[in-house]
């Protein structure tokens, strides 16, 4: 009996160790595509593509946000593990803008991740990778502590709960966000503040491949892809899913290109579709400070 409990121990522990392995592949992140063509050439700045270990994502020196930030989501990186500091991303070549967190103090802007903590809280390594700045943009609080905050919230729940896993890509557009200090266009003159953030969530139920593209029966006509295109004002409230669009406003939005791997049979005529289906909004959630 013994023998047999330590046998069903260790395969359990193979397989969270194997689902770990699959979070921490960089390419697992771009699975679905590189939706800028992005290249680790340090000529680029303006569209240099990171690939870390919990997600990947274009960095743009002259705006010092991502240009996109793009992460595969299991229940694999879901846990308890607590908020870390933010600090400078020292991965970055040098000649980049070297962005640190008190950039954004005073702002009226909060440090706003694309990839969230909470999507990566197993560990206190997934967790302390997403507060890089290069993972961080000027997002108001009225935003990143309420509509976009209950967005996530529901993405983990689709994990947690129905059994889902995710291929989640976010960022942001424009420039001029309207923060608790009033409208402004930069932080310091060295950031610059989006107009709205945008996110795009493609839903596939829970498989043991980290390759969505393996197997044809996965994704298909009627996939269920979610976009968000949210202002970048204090007053949204808490009801994220008034602001769905389509992916392909998204990419005129951005002159990004999603999805590029999927077949086009499939991906075009679902880029068009805006989801519509039923959502639940949690109560506000209770912060400390940002």
């Known amino acids: ?31 679905l595509g590189n939706p800028s063509q992005a290249k680790d050439s340090a000529t ?41 500091p933010f600090k400078p991303d020292d991965a970055l070549p040098d000649g980049f803008k070297r962005i640190v967190t008190k950039d954004y103090t005073n ?18 390594t997934m967790s302390k990778a997403t507060f890089v700045m290069t993972n961080i943009i000027p997002q108001t609080a009225g935003v ?9 919230i529901y993405c983990r729940n689709l994990v947690h709960d129905d059994g889902k896993e995710l291929y989640i890509i ?27 953030i945008w996110k ?14 393996r197997d044809a029966t996965r ?21 994220w899913a008034k602001f769905r669009t389509s992916v392909k406003e998204i990419e005129e939005l951005t002159g990004l290109t999603f999805f590029d791997k999927v077949p086009a049979n499939i991906i075009g005529p679902l880029k068009e579709v805006v989801d519509d289906e039923e959502v639940d909004v949690q109560p506000p959630v209770q912060h400390g400070s940002h």
């Open 200 to 213: 795009i969530i493609l839903v596939l139920d829970r498989a043991e491949t980290d390759d969505p593209l």
């Open 219 to 239: 994704l298909d006509e009627n996939t269920r892809i979610i976009a968000v295109n949210n202002p970048n004002i204090e007053d949204v409230g808490e009801d």
């Open 144 to 152: 990143n502590r309420h509509a976009w905050e209950q967005l996530e």
């Open 107 to 124: 702002s009226g802007f909060d440090r706003g991740h694309m990839c969230p903590h909470s999507d990566r809280n197993k560990t206190e």
């Open 170 to 196: 976010s960022g942001p557009a424009g420039g001029g966000g309207h923060g608790q200090n009033g409208l402004k266009n930069t932080l310091v003159g060295k950031i610059t503040v989006p107009a709205p």
């Open 1 to 31: 009996m013994k023998r047999f409990v330590r046998a069903i121990l260790v395969s359990f522990l193979l397989l969270v160790a194997s689902s770990l392995a699959i979070a921490q592949n960089p390419d697992a992140h771009l699975a």
């Open 44 to 84: 680029d700045k303006d569209n240099y593509l990171m690939k870390k270990p919990f997600f990947a994502l274009s960095y743009n020196n002259s705006k010092g946000t991502p240009n996109w930030v793009s992460w595969h989501l299991t229940e694999a990186e879901l846990g308890t593990v607590k908020r870390f």
